[in-house]
């Protein structure tokens, strides 16, 4: 039977298709900007830097809000202030302006996710971690895009506020098309998952299964927000200067290395999305995926070939950027089915502040290191350990989600079993 929600989840898609664009399109435009603001390269990024303050002070109240007074809401207010950023940055007059644009970019950008994200899940809670795995690739293929159409333009002399002026009409066509598709109950269903739970929990007490408890999985699966989100960041940061301090790679050859990666992610996301609509659960991605990636990097600092390297940028693209953060938004949100809003703010806030942390980190160690090779040789031995650190904590989410679940856990083992007995 046919969706009923499918045109809300193409139309979250095609939202997230033009996020991809517009969180690129201030670096993608650093030369104009410098004219248009009459300003140096050094205040442009400045003004790129207001877009992590956004993300960190947007999660302290949208997540409530989104349970409060619904998705449709967040999503529809998120799409509004886009049009806002957007606008506002062709007619800004200064860079300090385009700061304070950027924090409302950062600020949408947390309302959005607490409205698209639940949206999604509610809309195909029997394959929610498939539905939130596409936005990945839906802000990949943004991002891939927009390079594209700004070359295009400048190779036909056309305006640089272009992109800007038609990214918000192509939102504002979103917005009317979100004002008149259906929402999911997000109540009803919070409730009916809320009340599986608590039934799970009452028929396996004698297999010392037990409720959820933010004090337990919530501060566990925030902290691998935050790792998950190290992980990637550094490979997709570092990985050019990696490839050519610790491998001998030319500046060429290291950026190709970002190639591989993004072929690995974009591979990590479908095939991914694909093993999780046959069944197997995300949680099991948030043990397999962080073993794969610290061993990747492991042998980046053991076997510093560069035949090698792009094979590690592709397995660590493949199992840290295919989509292990949105898995991460669903597995919380399966512990904590009331507060969807609220958990997906939480892991954003996580992200957030791993993106703000990461640099400042990165650069002190590549700054106060003897040399170049040794400093990003730290780097790695950095992602490694952010690795072992979501392992630890992914097998740890795993045991309790055993626990907390336990007869759907033995309801599925033993569908597998006869299954591989016929």
């Known amino acids: 039977m046919k969706n009923r929600y499918t045109p809300t989840a193409g139309s979250v898609y095609l939202f997230f298709f033009l996020y991809g664009m517009a969180v690129i399109i201030l670096s993608q435009n650093s030369g104009h900007l410098q004219e248009h603001w009459n300003c140096s390269e050094g205040n442009v990024l400045m003004a790129l830097s207001g877009i992590g303050i956004g993300k960190i002070i947007g999660p302290s109240f949208a997540g409530f809000l989104s349970d409060k007074v619904g998705r449709r809401f967040m999503v529809l207010t998120s799409l509004a202030m886009y049009i806002v950023f957007l606008l506002g940055v062709v007619v800004s007059p200064t860079w300090q302006v385009g700061f304070a644009l950027a924090v409302w970019f950062g600020l949408a950008n947390a309302v959005m996710d607490t409205g698209t994200y639940p949206t999604l899940m509610e809309s195909f809670p029997a394959t929610a971690g498939s539905a939130n795995m596409l936005v990945k690739a839906a802000i990949a293929a943004g991002q891939f895009a927009l390079p594209l159409i700004i070359n295009a333009l400048a190779n036909a002399g056309g305006s640089w506020t272009i992109p800007f002026v ?156 295919g989509g292990l953060f949105q898995l991460t938004v669903v597995v919380l949100a399966e512990f904590f089915p009331v507060r969807k809003g609220v958990v997906t703010s939480m892991i954003g806030l996580a992200s957030g502040l791993a993106a703000f942390a990461l640099p400042s980190v990165s650069g002190w160690l590549v700054d106060g290191a003897a040399s170049k090779a040794a400093g990003y040789a730290t780097v790695v031995w950095v992602g490694f350990g952010v690795c072992v650190a979501s392992v630890m904590l992914g097998t740890f989410v795993l045991s309790r989600h055993r626990k907390v679940f336990a007869r759907t856990h033995a309801a599925a083992d033993a569908a597998r079993l006869a299954s591989a007995s016929a």
Request: aromatic residues 12%; proline residues 4%.
């Open 166 to 321: 038609g990214g918000a009409i192509l939102l504002a066509i979103v917005f009317l098309v979100m004002l008149k598709v259906p929402f999911p109950d997000y109540k009803a269903l919070a409730a009916e998952q809320k009340a599986a739970i608590e039934a799970n929990a009452v028929a396996s007490a004698d297999s010392g299964a037990t409720g959820a408890r933010i004090s337990l999985e919530g501060v566990a699966l925030v902290l691998f927000g935050f790792t998950a989100t190290a992980m990637f960041w550094l490979a997709q940061n570092s990985m050019p200067a990696i490839g050519q301090y610790l491998a001998g790679m030319s500046e060429d050859g290291g950026r190709g290395l970002i190639s591989w990666y993004s072929i690995g992610s974009f591979a990590g996301v479908f095939i991914t999305a694909a093993l999780v609509a046959k069944k197997f659960r995300p949680v099991t991605f948030l043990v397999v995926n962080p073993v794969a990636a610290a061993l990747a990097y492991l042998l980046m600092v053991l076997v510093q070939n560069a035949t090698l390297y792009p094979v590690l940028a592709f397995v660590i693209g493949y199992f840290a950027a």
